[in-house]
Structure formats: structure tokens, C-alpha cells
């Protein structure tokens, strides 16, 4: 939990900061993520908030509702479940994951859907590189899991040289390179 806390905030933050810098006409531009547009993915990553704080409360998996527009606010309730110190404790009733896989889970949601929301609207993102390596390191272990639940697409060739995050992207079936 100590290490990994602070990681989920930085991220969390740096997507709340740039959701709250959406304007009402970017709402339909696509997004890196082929099956969103940036209200789509604002939505969903609503509803991985409200997930994930469920998780967190060793609750149950929730469905995805409609676009709030309360992203920042449901991250604020998701980090408060997490800062929790029983949070971490086994495994997850709904997943049947340890709590610290999920907690991975969301990291990655956050360091990655926060870049698909930068490219999308023309923001700066620079993820904490921590994140990322942590981010990337879980993906590399997950990722033929994630391919099987229709998470991640086909990976994306990079250099073996490129930067971590452009490998994390690459891993996921993100372009690197994509742009509106």
C-alpha cells in the first residue's frame, strides 16, 4: 500500500486535472481507445471509479451508467477506499484477484486513459514515470489475460528502445504515434 498509494493519487490526479479541461465541444473527438470518444471515456472512466471503489470496499462489481460528468469527484471517493489499509488486504470477492492486482488494474486505467484523453483533446500528459514502470511491468504479466477479456487489443510494435510508456502503450494495442 505505501508504494503504491502515492502512485494511484499522482495518477488520478493527472487524469482529474485533464477531464476538468474538456470543453463541451470536444465531448464527440475520437480517441486513441477506437471503441470511445472522449465523452465515452470520460464515462467509463467514471464508472472505473465507481468500480474500483467498490473493490476497494471488498464490494461487488458494478455496471457502467450513463456520463455524469463527476469523474474527479468519484476518483476523490475511489482514493479514499483505497487509503484504507484493510483495502489491501486478500483477494477481491468480485474478482477473485488480490486486492493489490486490482489496485494495478486501476493504475493502468488511469496512466493510460489519461494519455487517450490528452491526445484526443490536445493536452499536455507527461505520466509519472514510477507509474508507468509499475504500469508496465503489470501489463507485461497481465497482458495475455486482458487480450482474452477483449481489455487490451493487439499489441502494437515499438522499439525495443523506445520509452517505457510508449512500450506500455504498444503492449495494450495502443499507437504511440496516434493523433487526431
Known sequence: MEDMMPLMTRATDRTARLVRAVRQEQLGFSTPCAKFDVKDLINHLEWVAEMFESFGRKGPRVEQGPYAGDFPERAEDTLAAWSRPESWEGTSPAMGLPMTALAH????????????????????????????????????????????????????????????????????????????
Open 105 to 180: 488494474m486501476y493504475l493502468v486505467d488511469m496512466v493510460v486513459h489519461g494519455w487517450d484523453l490528452a491526445r484526443a483533446t490536445g493536452q499536455e500528459y507527461e505520466p509519472d514515470p514510477e507509474a508507468v514502470s509499475r504500469a508496465l511491468h503489470f501489463t507485461d504479466q497481465m497482458v495475455e489475460m486482458g487480450r482474452q477479456r477483449g481489455v487490451f487489443g493487439p499489441p502494437v510494435a515499438v522499439p525495443d528502445d523506445a520509452p517505457q510508456f510508449d512500450r506500455l502503450l504498444g503492449v495494450i494495442g495502443r499507437d504511440p504515434a496516434w493523433t487526431v
